[in-house]
């Protein structure tokens, strides 16, 4: 039985025709009870919160070792799946450009880079099909698409949005200082934090919207700077978190600052969660957690070291290697996705747009503006994960002149140009493409290109012929 489309589900009229039969009379009433939607037939609300800067290393769910505590993502995890073969873009931008329209490299249009003039036009976002069918849309955190007119957030689909448009902002309140804003003016309310604002103004959303389908898009400022460091040693945590992490022995001011920044995130994550359960909505919402790339470590960085860990992959957040683009990942919807779940399958960003669409109900459009869906549904393989095996294909992440091309377990790696500072440790240009084998060599330290020269020219030629095909269409 085909399910029907949440935002047009049709109205059957019932002519009653008395019969002798009582087959006959009661055929009408069969029929309506046929039309309406199950419970487990309704389509979920969807909330996507995304991390900003936060490293696999960064949480104990997904590297142990981590001195960062995480229990609420583990309690997502309890209730769902994580998915430890996930990858994004180098930075920011350009992965949520691909989230929200399942494009590969989308984060570029015909005037430029996405975080100055937004995705072109032409091309759907993700929470315009959801206002479309119906959902009632909110955002909260950063946006990094674009403002001006057409990019802003409430001319991509977005009923209210309270956040900021840059790749960064303070994490606590300056007067005279308008970092926020609320739809298109500036945020008039006073506020302490910029996790719990964004946090708080989610959970309003979601309170306010529990008889109707929403979806909400929180995406935190946390990791990102501004942190402690000796040239502004000021503390972006709350104090109170600050005092958490001291008492566990922690004394690097740097460290205290970062390790209380993603726990007081991971706490906020916890407050969604509840909320959920607290209004009976656990098994009525899909919810996705993710980062848009790796940390900025002590040893890889662009600009300067920050406390993060990528767990046991090479570099860092701007880097084409696992540890810029591999990140922690968890989806839940309690009785749809089994619970306490894992997959090591190849996925990424741009595969959140399909998937989300799908569990709603939705058609997958074949097209998105002038260029063909990248992303794939990874629905089937979220409700049986070990049952159902995603294709094989090429997923690429780029950077300007580095990009990574992933046809697990082989990956392709070049640099050709410096990545970050002088004294960054391991993000040298490369002396022509790399060729690693990720499930022998996950940390990326044996270059077998040599070796299998053959793989890693053809590689190269499907890289190249994928590129050519998504850089046009987009900036014409």
């Not at 708080?200 to 402690?228: C, G, K, M, Q, S």
């Not at 499907?462 to 987009?474: E, G, H, M, T, V």
Request: proline share 7%; charged share 20%; net charge neutral.
């Amino acid at each position: 039985m085909k399910q029907l489309d949440h935002a047009a589900r049709p109205f059957i009229h019932v002519l009653m025709i008395p019969m002798r039969s009582t087959c006959f009379r009661l055929w009408p009433c069969l029929l309506l009870a046929w039309a309406l939607p199950s419970a487990a037939q309704e389509p979920p609300n969807i909330v996507v919160i995304v991390a900003d800067d936060q490293g696999y290393g960064d949480t104990d769910l997904f590297w142990p070792q981590s001195k960062i505590r995480t229990p609420d993502l583990a309690r997502l995890a309890a209730q769902g799946i994580r998915l430890t073969g996930f990858r994004v873009q180098p930075l920011c931008a350009s992965t949520r450009a691909s989230l929200m329209t399942g494009l590969f490299n989308a984060g570029f249009n015909q005037k430029g880079p996405a975080h100055e003039h937004g995705v072109d036009n032409r091309v759907t976002f993700v929470t315009e099909y959801f206002r479309r069918a119906g959902y009632q849309v909110g955002g909260f955190g950063k946006w990094h698409l674009g403002n001006k007119d057409g990019s802003h957030p409430l001319d991509r689909g977005f009923h209210r949005w309270v956040g900021f448009y840059g790749g960064s902002m303070p994490y606590h309140y300056l007067a005279g200082h308008d970092h926020v804003y609320e739809g298109k003016a500036t945020y008039e309310q006073r506020w302490q934090h910029s996790t719990d604002l964004f946090a708080d103004e989610a959970i309003r959303f979601i309170e306010a919207n529990r008889d109707r389908p929403f979806f909400v898009y929180l995406a935190f400022n946390a990791v990102h700077t501004p942190l402690w460091k000796k040239s502004n040693p000021i503390f972006s945590a709350r104090s109170d978190w600050v005092k958490r992490i001291r008492a566990r022995g922690v004394t690097d001011p740097a460290a205290l600052d970062y390790y209380a920044v993603v726990e007081h995130m991971d706490e906020r994550v916890g407050s969604v969660l509840d909320t959920l359960e607290e209004l009976g909505l656990e098994q009525k919402t899909l919810v996705i957690y993710l980062s848009d790339n790796g940390a900025v470590t002590p040893d890889h960085y662009d600009h300067f070291p920050q406390m993060g860990s990528n767990g046991p992959y090479r570099g860092g957040k701007a880097s084409p290697y696992e540890g810029g683009i591999r990140v922690p990942f968890v989806a839940s919807w309690v009785g749809v996705i089994p619970a306490n779940t894992s997959s090591d399958q190849a996925s990424m960003d741009a595969d959140i747009l399909p998937t989300v669409l799908e569990a709603a109900g939705m058609k997958l459009p074949k097209m998105n503006g002038p260029r063909e869906l990248n992303g794939r549904s990874l629905l089937a393989m979220l409700k049986a994960p070990g049952q159902v095996t995603l294709p094989t294909r090429g997923t690429p992440s780029r950077l300007g002149r580095l990009f990574a091309y992933v046809e697990y377990p082989w990956k392709l790696v070049s640099v050709n140009v410096r990545i970050g500072s002088p004294e960054a440790k391991g993000m040298e240009v490369t002396n022509g493409r790399l060729l690693f084998n990720l499930e022998t060599d996950p940390a990326e330290t044996i270059d077998v290109a040599p070796l299998n020269e053959e793989r890693a020219s053809q590689m190269w030629e499907r890289y190249q012929a994928l590129y050519d095909s998504l850089r046009n269409p987009l900036r014409d």
